[in-house]
Nanobody, 121 residues
Protein backbone atom coordinates (compact mmCIF):
# COMPACT_ATOMS: atom_id res chain seq x y z
CA UNK A 1 0.00 0.00 0.00
CA UNK A 2 1.46 3.35 -1.04
CA UNK A 3 1.76 5.95 1.69
CA UNK A 4 2.89 9.55 1.74
CA UNK A 5 5.19 10.02 4.70
CA UNK A 6 5.41 13.56 6.07
CA UNK A 7 7.90 15.13 8.44
CA UNK A 8 9.11 18.52 9.60
CA UNK A 9 6.14 19.96 11.44
CA UNK A 10 6.37 21.42 14.89
CA UNK A 11 6.17 24.52 17.02
CA UNK A 12 7.89 27.69 15.89
CA UNK A 13 7.79 31.34 16.93
CA UNK A 14 6.41 34.02 14.63
CA UNK A 15 8.98 34.96 12.04
CA UNK A 16 10.59 31.55 12.21
CA UNK A 17 10.97 28.85 9.61
CA UNK A 18 10.12 25.22 9.09
CA UNK A 19 10.80 22.79 6.28
CA UNK A 20 8.27 20.07 5.53
CA UNK A 21 9.11 16.93 3.62
CA UNK A 22 6.87 14.31 2.08
CA UNK A 23 7.91 11.14 0.30
CA UNK A 24 6.04 8.26 -1.24
CA UNK A 25 6.72 5.02 0.58
CA UNK A 26 7.35 3.29 -2.72
CA UNK A 27 7.72 4.22 -6.35
CA UNK A 28 4.48 5.29 -7.98
CA UNK A 29 4.03 5.87 -11.68
CA UNK A 30 2.97 9.29 -12.96
CA UNK A 31 2.73 11.38 -9.83
CA UNK A 32 2.25 14.42 -12.00
CA UNK A 33 1.46 16.90 -9.27
CA UNK A 34 2.58 16.97 -5.66
CA UNK A 35 1.83 19.59 -3.11
CA UNK A 36 0.67 20.73 0.26
CA UNK A 37 -2.74 21.50 1.66
CA UNK A 38 -3.54 22.79 5.11
CA UNK A 39 -6.48 22.90 7.46
CA UNK A 40 -6.47 25.57 10.17
CA UNK A 41 -8.54 24.92 13.28
CA UNK A 42 -12.23 25.24 12.51
CA UNK A 43 -11.65 25.91 8.82
CA UNK A 44 -11.79 23.99 5.57
CA UNK A 45 -8.79 22.40 3.97
CA UNK A 46 -7.13 24.63 1.40
CA UNK A 47 -4.39 24.31 -1.16
CA UNK A 48 -1.08 25.88 -0.16
CA UNK A 49 1.30 25.06 -2.99
CA UNK A 50 1.60 22.53 -5.78
CA UNK A 51 4.34 21.57 -8.19
CA UNK A 52 4.11 19.45 -11.30
CA UNK A 53 6.63 16.95 -12.53
CA UNK A 54 7.93 19.44 -15.09
CA UNK A 55 8.29 22.16 -12.47
CA UNK A 56 5.20 24.29 -12.78
CA UNK A 57 4.37 25.84 -9.41
CA UNK A 58 1.28 27.43 -7.95
CA UNK A 59 1.03 29.12 -4.55
CA UNK A 60 -1.98 30.35 -2.73
CA UNK A 61 -1.89 34.12 -2.37
CA UNK A 62 -1.42 34.14 1.39
CA UNK A 63 1.92 32.30 1.26
CA UNK A 64 3.40 33.68 -1.92
CA UNK A 65 6.82 35.15 -1.26
CA UNK A 66 7.21 33.32 2.04
CA UNK A 67 6.92 29.63 1.14
CA UNK A 68 8.92 27.71 -1.42
CA UNK A 69 7.87 24.35 -2.82
CA UNK A 70 10.25 21.96 -4.55
CA UNK A 71 10.39 18.29 -5.47
CA UNK A 72 12.76 15.50 -6.29
CA UNK A 73 11.14 13.47 -9.04
CA UNK A 74 13.53 10.55 -8.66
CA UNK A 75 12.58 10.15 -5.02
CA UNK A 76 8.90 11.09 -5.33
CA UNK A 77 9.54 13.64 -2.64
CA UNK A 78 8.12 17.12 -2.20
CA UNK A 79 9.34 19.84 0.15
CA UNK A 80 7.85 23.00 1.53
CA UNK A 81 10.21 25.61 2.93
CA UNK A 82 8.20 27.97 5.11
CA UNK A 83 9.74 31.28 6.11
CA UNK A 84 8.39 34.32 7.93
CA UNK A 85 5.76 32.21 9.59
CA UNK A 86 2.78 33.87 11.26
CA UNK A 87 0.12 32.53 13.62
CA UNK A 88 -2.24 32.43 10.64
CA UNK A 89 -0.10 29.65 9.21
CA UNK A 90 -1.01 27.39 12.10
CA UNK A 91 -2.71 24.32 10.67
CA UNK A 92 -2.42 20.65 9.98
CA UNK A 93 -0.48 20.37 6.75
CA UNK A 94 -1.26 17.51 4.39
CA UNK A 95 0.87 16.22 1.59
CA UNK A 96 -0.93 15.42 -1.64
CA UNK A 97 0.07 13.63 -4.81
CA UNK A 98 -2.05 13.35 -7.92
CA UNK A 99 -1.55 10.35 -10.14
CA UNK A 100 -2.42 10.72 -13.79
CA UNK A 101 -2.90 8.39 -16.70
CA UNK A 102 -0.58 8.44 -19.67
CA UNK A 103 -2.71 11.11 -21.32
CA UNK A 104 -2.42 13.35 -18.27
CA UNK A 105 -5.92 12.87 -16.95
CA UNK A 106 -6.25 12.59 -13.19
CA UNK A 107 -6.89 9.10 -11.85
CA UNK A 108 -6.10 9.11 -8.13
CA UNK A 109 -5.18 11.25 -5.13
CA UNK A 110 -2.77 10.14 -2.44
CA UNK A 111 -2.76 11.91 0.91
CA UNK A 112 -0.42 12.06 3.84
CA UNK A 113 -1.63 11.70 7.39
CA UNK A 114 -0.99 15.36 8.20
CA UNK A 115 1.66 17.10 10.23
CA UNK A 116 0.94 19.84 12.75
CA UNK A 117 2.48 23.26 12.28
CA UNK A 118 1.96 25.66 15.17
CA UNK A 119 3.21 29.24 15.05
CA UNK A 120 3.04 30.85 18.46
CA UNK A 121 5.12 32.92 20.83
Amino acid sequence: QVQLVESGGGLVQPGGSLRLSCAASESVFRLNSMGWYRQPPGKERESVATITRDGRIDYTRSVKGRFTISRDNAKDTVYLQMDSLTPEDTAVYYCNAKQTARDGIWVHDYWGQGTQVTVSS
